[in-house]
């Protein structure tokens, strides 16, 4: 028996290490394992899944800001000119981030739920955009501040007011010399600029339409009764109006400097 035993543990060694011990009656019985030197225990399977949940979740980014306090340029004048349709600003668009801007952003944050910063921050403009319209070119240069076109080659001779209707601005040019530039404003569909080459026939400084019973000051007539004038409308209404035909100018000190200089007979261009 001692024999046999042990040339049975030999032959585990050299197997499966495992071998089925007989009982009294010379059956095998149950397997019996054995561990041999050097060698490892059986691996358990890896979980997975990590062991334990995170404990904190993570933290959302900070809505990014856009704009704030300071900030000039195109982006700003289109801001304001939405902040104008939801009535949160009535002034400009200027196209500088000024306390006005900044108390009206502040203000529609508010009304909305969202952090009172005053800084137009990603999430404040997506909100102001959903309830908004695209504005058009002359509601973000509501009250001015558009570049001027280049002058019209009829421009570049002599003593002109050279007037373009697409950036709608006067240039007083002199020999092709620009010499004072100004924001302006023309008549209505129902009441049209006329366009063409005409001359100043005739400046009127206090004069007073007779026809609309309306000032015209430091007016210089160029074509019938249109002529270029100061406005205080297009002063405070900007381009949300428009003349009866006339060129209306915004900036007083500017015509009144221009109403000294220009003669008749001087050259009057209104283009395209």
């Not at 009656?25 to 334990?52: F, H, W, Y």
């Amino acid at each position: 028996m001692g024999r046999w035993f042990a040339a049975l543990l030999a032959l585990a060694a050299l197997s499966a290490c495992t071998v089925r011990a007989a009982d009294g009656d010379g059956k095998q019985g149950s397997p019996v394992r054995i561990e041999l030197p050097g060698s490892s225990p059986p691996a358990t399977p890896k979980d997975d899944k990590p062991s334990s949940a995170p404990t904190e979740k993570e933290t959302e980014p900070a809505p990014q800001v856009l704009w704030s306090r300071g900030d000039t340029g195109r982006d700003v004048r289109e801001l304001q000119a939405r902040l104008r349709q939801v009535a949160w600003l009535f002034d400009g668009p200027t196209g500088s981030y000024d306390e006005l801007t900044e108390r009206a952003v502040e203000g529609f944050q508010g009304k909305r739920g969202l952090p009172k910063t005053g800084e137009t921050d990603t999430v404040t403009w997506q909100r102001l955009l959903r309830m908004t319209r695209e504005p058009g070119k002359w509601d973000v240069y509501l009250m001015g501040g558009q570049q001027a076109d280049a002058p019209d080659p009829r421009c570049l001779t002599g003593r002109v007011l050279c007037i373009s209707k697409s950036s709608r601005t006067l240039r007083w040019m002199i020999d092709g010399r620009t010499v004072t530039t100004v924001e302006v404003r023309f008549g209505s569909q129902y009441t049209p600029t006329r366009e063409g080459v005409f001359s100043v026939y005739w400046k009127s400084r206090h004069h007073v339409s007779t026809l609309y019973d309306s000032p015209m000051p430091y007016a210089m007539f160029f074509s019938g009764g249109q002529a270029v004038h100061y406005s205080s409308d297009f002063a405070a209404q900007g381009y949300a109006g428009a003349s009866h035909g006339c060129v209306n100018v915004r900036d007083e000190a500017a015509i009144a400097d221009l109403f000294t200089q220009v003669r008749n007979g001087d050259k009057v261009v209104v283009h395209w």
